[in-house]
C-alpha cells in the first residue's frame, strides 16, 4: 500500500481514534486495517482502480458522505498554497456519513515529488523530510490508492456517493489540478466539485470573521474544539477539527437541507464562444498574461490556468499591427474570487517559459475581444466548435474551392456557413479566413495541410480563437488602406534639441520600467547623475495606444558618464521593478525609436516601406510627427518643472515664431507602415508643452517642400505575390508596353525589413490600370504567379 498511515476510528461520533503501528525506520504502516487486509487480498495489484464512485453536482440531491481532505505541498503554506509551483507531498482524508454521523478511517499519505527539495517553512511545520519522500509513491500512483481506500470506507459505512470537503479552494484549484495538468494525470469526476469549509462555515454563523480570514483553528476555537497540535501529526489534527467542525454545523436530527448541499464546481474543460462590444464586462474578473510562447492557443492559456473557472470566450489572445501573436493575452473569469486566485500564478510556467500575470480591466478585453458584426456574432455562434485561420488565399478563392482543398477528411461544420472570408471594407478579399470545425480531429486533419498549395499559392493554416476572429476583423473593417497624414503638432517655442547620430555611445537605454512611470520618476531613479544629462534629453518609448512601453532612453553628456549611469543603476529597483540598464549609441537609440528594435541579436531597421531611401542622418526627420510631437499632457505624466512652467509657456505663444514639423518624403513613406514604437517628445525638467499647428501653416509648409507621397494623377494597383528578390527592374519589365517610370513603383516591406512579396504601382489612368488588371493577373514573374487588384 505504499506510505499510506491509517489512524482506525470508531465509527460512533467522538469516540477515540487508535493510530496503527508505524515502522519507526522508514513511517510505512506496519499493521493494515482489517479494511485494508480484505481489499489487499482480493485486489493484489494496487493501480487497478475501483470504479469510481457517483459524484454530486450543484443541480443532484447532496452526497451521503463528505471525504474530508487536507493536503500540504513542499513549499508555502495555508494562504500562500499552491502559488509558488511546489509539488504536492501530503495528504489526509477521512469519510464523514452526513446522515449516521459515523465517520471511516483517517488515512495520511506521503506523495514522492520530482523535486524532493523541502522549502524550510515546509520542514518546519510537517516535519517531512526528503528521505522519508524519496520511499513515498508518486502522485498518480497514490490517486489510484486513494479511490480504493475511498470505495471501501464507503463499503464499510454502507453508502454510496461522497463530494470532497476542503479547508478553502486553494488545495483543489491551485495544487491538484495544476500539477496533474502538468502530470499530463486525468483526475476523475470527484475532483470536479468540492465543499469549500470556510463559505459553508460563514453561511452558518454569520457573525464569524469573513471567509478569506479563517482558518481551521479559528473555526475550531469557535466550536470549543481543543486542538493540540503536539500531540497529532501534521494532518492528522487539520481533518480532526473540520470533521468536528462539520458534525457541529450539522442539527442532531438529520442532515439539514441549506447544509453541503450546493458544491464548488471546476470546469471540464473551456467553452469558447463571441463577446459583444455592448456587454458588461467586469474589471475585477480580467487578468493579462504576458510572455506565452507565439503558438500558443486559448486551449493552452486554459490549460495553464487549469482548475480556475475562465469565463465562456474568456481567453483574448493579443495581436500586433502584422495580425500576429504578441505574447499576450487577456483572460476573462467568472468572478472575483477566480481572478484573484488567477494572480497568484504570477511568474508559473508554461513548459520552459514563465508568465506574467497582472490585472486589465473589461474596457481592455472588450476592446480586443468584442465585436459588433452581425457575421462574425453569427458564424460564432455555434458553440464548442474548434476554429481554424487560413492565412494567403487566392484573392478569387470560392468557399467551394476552400472546401475542396479541405477536402472530405476534415468537413467544415455547416459547409459553406462555417467559413468566413475576412474582407477590406469596400468588399475586397484579403486572402484570410476563418474555418470552423466540430471535433478536434477535423482540426488535426485540416491542419496538416499546413502550406499545401491551393491555385498557385500556398496556403498556411493555424489554429484560432473567437477573440482572435474578433480582432482581426475589426481591424481589417476600421483601418484604411493607407492612412492620412495627421495634424503636425509644433512646439510651443522651438526645442533647441537634435536628436543624437553616430556610433559614440553617449546614450543609455532604460528597459522595464513600470508603466506608471514618469519623467519625475526616472530623474529620481538617476539620482546625482541627473546633472549629467543633456537638455531634452530623455526620451520615453511609447506604444501604438501612446501609452508608456517600459522603455527609454537617455542622452548623456559623455561616453564616460553613460558608462557610469550604466554600472550604477542597472538592475536598480524603481517601485516594485527592477530596472536594466544599458549603454548605448545615438545611433542604436535612432533605430529604436523610429521603430526598429535593438537587441542580442543586433539591430533590425524600423519596419518603413522602402529601407533603401531611409537615412538616419536626416535629424528633422527622425522622430515622425505623428509619433513624436504630441500634446504632452495627454501622453505622459507631467513633472513638476512642466506643470510650474505651463503658465509662463501659454503666454510666450503669441510672441513666439515656431516652425513647423512636418514629413519630408522619406518620413511620408516610414509613416505608412510605422507601427512598432512610437517616441515621446524628448524631455527635460524644462520641457515646455505643446500645441497643434495651424492648418494653414501646415498646408503652406507642405505645399512648399514636398512632393507627394505617390505620383498624382493616376490609378494604384496592388501586386501581390512577387518574388522576395524581385526589383524595379523585374517588375517595369513585367509591366513592359504601360509607359511606367521607376517611381510609379512602391515595393512594400514587412515588419522585419524585408521585403514583403507585395508592391503598389501608379499607373497614369484608371483605364490603364484596369487594362494591366485585365491583361496581367495571374500571369508569371520569374516562376512566381502574380496577383493584381485595382485599389
Request: glycine fraction near 8%; charge should be positive.
Given at each position: 500500500m505504499g506510505f499510506i498511515y491509517s489512524l482506525r476510528a470508531s465509527p460512533c461520533v467522538g469516540s477515540g481514534y487508535v493510530e496503527a503501528a508505524l515502522n519507526p525506520r522508514n513511517g510505512t504502516c506496519a499493521q493494515m486495517t482489517d479494511i485494508g487486509r480484505e481489499r489487499k487480498k482480493n485486489h493484489p495489484h494496487t493501480n487497478q482502480?475501483?470504479?469510481?464512485?457517483?459524484?454530486?453536482?450543484?443541480?443532484?440531491?447532496?452526497?451521503?458522505?463528505?471525504?474530508?481532505?487536507?493536503?500540504?505541498?513542499?513549499?508555502?503554506?495555508?494562504?500562500?498554497?499552491?502559488?509558488?509551483?511546489?509539488?504536492?507531498?501530503?495528504?489526509?482524508?477521512?469519510?464523514?456519513?452526513?446522515?449516521?454521523?459515523?465517520?471511516?478511517?483517517?488515512?495520511?499519505?506521503?506523495?514522492?515529488?520530482?523535486?524532493?527539495?523541502?522549502?524550510?517553512?515546509?520542514?518546519?511545520?510537517?516535519?517531512?523530510?526528503?528521505?522519508?519522500?524519496?520511499k513515498a509513491e508518486p502522485l498518480d500512483r497514490v490517486l489510484q490508492q486513494f479511490s480504493q481506500l475511498v470505495s471501501s470506507d464507503l463499503k464499510a459505512l454502507g453508502r454510496n456517493t461522497y463530494t470532497f470537503c476542503t479547508d478553502g479552494q486553494l488545495l483543489i484549484r491551485q495544487v491538484l489540478h495544476p500539477e496533474a495538468s502538468k502530470k499530463n494525470l486525468l483526475l476523475s469526476d470527484c475532483f470536479y466539485s468540492f465543499f469549500d469549509l470556510r463559505k459553508e462555515f460563514h453561511d452558518c454563523y454569520s457573525n464569524v470573521a469573513p471567509v478569506k480570514d479563517q482558518t481551521i483553528q479559528s473555526m475550531a476555537e469557535y466550536i470549543g474544539f481543543r486542538i493540540d497540535e503536539t500531540e497529532e501529526d501534521f494532518g492528522v489534527w487539520q481533518v480532526k477539527a473540520m470533521v468536528a467542525v462539520i458534525f457541529n454545523m450539522l442539527p442532531d436530527t438529520c442532515v439539514a437541507d441549506d447544509r453541503f448541499t450546493v458544491p464548488e464546481t471546476v470546469k471540464y474543460k473551456y467553452e469558447t464562444g463571441p463577446c459583444s462590444k455592448s456587454e458588461a464586462v467586469d474589471?475585477?474578473?480580467?487578468?493579462?498574461?504576458?510572455?506565452?510562447?507565439?503558438?500558443?492557443?486559448?486551449?493552452?492559456?486554459?490549460?495553464?490556468?487549469?482548475?480556475?473557472?475562465?469565463?465562456?470566450?474568456?481567453?483574448?489572445?493579443?495581436?500586433?499591427?502584422?495580425?500576429?501573436?504578441?505574447?499576450?493575452?487577456?483572460?476573462?473569469?467568472?468572478?472575483?474570487?477566480?481572478?484573484?486566485?488567477?494572480?497568484?500564478?504570477?511568474?508559473?510556467?508554461?513548459?520552459?517559459?514563465y508568465i506574467e500575470v497582472y490585472k486589465a480591466t473589461g474596457e481592455e478585453?472588450?476592446?480586443?475581444?468584442?465585436?459588433?458584426?452581425?457575421?462574425?456574432?453569427?458564424?460564432?455562434?455555434?458553440?464548442?466548435?474548434?476554429?481554424?485561420?487560413?492565412?494567403?488565399?487566392?484573392?478569387t478563392a470560392t468557399p467551394e474551392d476552400v472546401l475542396g482543398f479541405l477536402g472530405p477528411e476534415c468537413p467544415v461544420t455547416g459547409g459553406k456557413e462555417g467559413l468566413l472570408f475576412?474582407?477590406?471594407?469596400?468588399?475586397?478579399?484579403?486572402?484570410?479566413?476563418?474555418?470552423?470545425?466540430?471535433?478536434?480531429?477535423?482540426?488535426?486533419?485540416?491542419?496538416?495541410?499546413?502550406?499545401?498549395?491551393?491555385?498557385k499559392r500556398y496556403i498556411e493554416l493555424f489554429r484560432s480563437t473567437a477573440a482572435e476572429v474578433q480582432q482581426v476583423l475589426n481591424r481589417y473593417m476600421s483601418t484604411p488602406l493607407i492612412p492620412?497624414?495627421?495634424?503636425?503638432?509644433?512646439?510651443?517655442?522651438?526645442?533647441?534639441?537634435?536628436?543624437?547620430?553616430?556610433?559614440?555611445?553617449?546614450?543609455?537605454?532604460?528597459?522595464?520600467?513600470?508603466?506608471?512611470?514618469?519623467?519625475?520618476?526616472?530623474?529620481?531613479?538617476?539620482?546625482?547623475?541627473?546633472?549629467?544629462?543633456?537638455?531634452?534629453?530623455?526620451?520615453?518609448?511609447?506604444?501604438?495606444?501612446?501609452?508608456?512601453?517600459?522603455?527609454?532612453?537617455?542622452?548623456?553628456?559623455?561616453?564616460?558618464?553613460?558608462?557610469?549611469?550604466?554600472?550604477?543603476?542597472?538592475?536598480?529597483?524603481?517601485?516594485?521593478?527592477?530596472?536594466?540598464?544599458?549603454?548605448?549609441?545615438?545611433?542604436?537609440?535612432?533605430?529604436?525609436?523610429?521603430?526598429?528594435?535593438?537587441?542580442?541579436?543586433?539591430?533590425?531597421p524600423p519596419p518603413c516601406l522602402s529601407p533603401p531611401t531611409y537615412a538616419f542622418q536626416t535629424a528633422a526627420a527622425v522622430i515622425p510627427t505623428e509619433a513624436a510631437i504630441y500634446q504632452s499632457q495627454a501622453l505622459l505624466p507631467q513633472s513638476r518643472t512642466q506643470q510650474a512652467s505651463a503658465a509662463a509657456a501659454a503666454a510666450a505663444v503669441a510672441a513666439a515664431t515656431p516652425t513647423v514639423t512636418y514629413y519630408p518624403a522619406q518620413a511620408a513613406?516610414?509613416?505608412?507602415?510605422?507601427?512598432?514604437?512610437?517616441?515621446?517628445?524628448?524631455?527635460?525638467?524644462?520641457?515646455?508643452?505643446?500645441?497643434?499647428?495651424?492648418?494653414?501653416?501646415?498646408?503652406?509648409?507642405?505645399?512648399?517642400?514636398?512632393?507627394?507621397?505617390?505620383?498624382?494623377?493616376?490609378?494604384?494597383?496592388?501586386?501581390?505575390?512577387?518574388?522576395?528578390?524581385?526589383?524595379?527592374?523585374?517588375?517595369?519589365?513585367?509591366?513592359?508596353?504601360?509607359?511606367?517610370?521607376?517611381?510609379?513603383?512602391?515595393?512594400?516591406?514587412?515588419?522585419?525589413?524585408?521585403?514583403?512579396?507585395?508592391?503598389?504601382?501608379?499607373?497614369?489612368?484608371?483605364?490603364?490600370?484596369?487594362?494591366?488588371?485585365?491583361?496581367?493577373?495571374?500571369?508569371?514573374?520569374?516562376?512566381?504567379?502574380?496577383?493584381?487588384?485595382?485599389?
Open positions: 482502480l475501483f470504479p469510481p464512485p457517483v459524484v454530486m453536482t450543484a443541480s443532484s440531491l447532496h452526497s451521503d458522505c463528505l471525504v474530508v481532505l487536507f493536503g500540504a505541498t513542499a513549499g508555502a503554506y495555508r494562504a500562500k498554497l499552491g502559488s509558488d509551483e511546489r509539488e504536492l507531498i501530503l495528504l489526509v482524508w477521512q469519510v464523514v456519513d452526513l446522515h449516521s454521523k459515523k465517520v471511516g478511517t483517517l488515512h495520511k499519505c506521503l506523495v514522492k515529488a520530482d523535486n524532493l527539495e523541502l522549502s524550510d517553512q515546509c520542514r518546519e511545520v510537517t516535519g517531512l523530510t526528503s528521505e522519508g519522500l524519496s474589471s475585477e474578473t480580467v487578468i493579462r498574461a504576458r510572455g506565452l510562447p507565439w503558438q500558443s492557443s486559448d486551449q493552452d492559456i486554459a490549460r495553464f490556468f487549469k482548475g480556475l473557472n475562465i469565463a465562456k470566450g474568456g481567453v483574448a489572445l493579443c495581436l500586433n499591427a502584422q495580425g500576429r501573436r504578441n505574447g499576450e493575452a487577456l483572460v476573462r473569469f467568472v468572478n472575483s474570487e477566480q481572478r484573484d486566485l488567477a494572480l497568484e500564478r504570477h511568474k508559473h510556467h508554461m513548459g520552459s517559459r478585453f472588450l476592446k480586443i475581444a468584442g465585436g459588433t458584426s452581425h457575421e462574425v456574432a453569427q458564424f460564432l455562434s455555434k458553440e464548442n466548435q474548434v476554429i481554424i485561420r487560413m492565412r494567403g488565399l487566392p484573392f475576412v474582407k477590406y471594407p469596400d468588399g475586397r478579399p484579403t486572402g484570410d479566413a476563418f474555418v470552423l470545425f466540430a471535433c478536434e480531429d477535423y482540426a488535426q486533419n485540416a491542419l496538416k495541410k499546413h502550406k499545401e498549395i491551393l491555385g492620412t497624414l495627421p495634424t503636425p503638432i509644433i512646439p510651443v517655442m522651438p526645442p533647441p534639441y537634435t536628436i543624437a547620430a553616430g556610433s559614440v555611445r553617449d546614450c543609455v537605454r532604460l528597459r522595464g520600467l513600470p508603466y506608471t512611470a514618469g519623467i519625475d520618476d526616472i530623474l529620481e531613479f538617476m539620482g546625482d547623475a541627473t546633472v549629467d544629462i543633456k537638455p531634452h534629453g530623455v526620451h520615453m518609448v511609447l506604444n501604438q495606444q501612446g501609452r508608456p512601453s517600459g522603455d527609454a532612453f537617455i542622452q548623456m553628456k559623455s561616453s564616460d558618464r553613460a558608462f557610469l549611469v550604466a554600472q550604477k543603476c542597472h538592475k536598480k529597483m524603481m517601485k516594485d521593478r527592477y530596472v536594466e540598464v544599458f549603454q548605448c549609441s545615438g545611433e542604436e537609440m535612432n533605430f529604436v525609436l523610429m521603430g526598429g528594435t535593438l537587441n542580442r541579436s543586433g539591430l533590425s513613406q516610414l509613416y505608412m507602415n510605422y507601427t512598432a514604437y512610437y517616441p515621446s517628445p524628448p524631455v527635460s525638467p524644462t520641457t515646455v508643452g505643446y500645441i497643434t499647428a495651424p492648418q494653414a501653416a501646415v498646408a503652406a509648409a507642405a505645399s512648399a517642400t514636398h512632393t507627394p507621397m505617390l505620383p498624382q494623377p493616376g490609378a494604384l494597383v496592388r501586386m501581390q505575390g512577387l518574388p522576395y528578390n524581385a526589383g524595379m527592374k523585374e517588375i517595369l519589365s513585367f509591366f513592359q508596353g504601360y509607359q511606367l517610370h521607376a517611381d510609379a513603383i512602391l515595393l512594400l516591406y514587412n515588419f522585419s525589413g524585408q521585403l514583403s512579396g507585395e508592391a503598389l504601382v501608379t499607373f497614369p489612368s484608371l483605364d490603364s490600370a484596369k487594362k494591366a488588371v485585365a491583361e496581367r493577373s495571374g500571369c508569371l514573374l520569374g516562376s512566381h504567379c502574380v496577383e493584381l487588384c485595382l485599389i
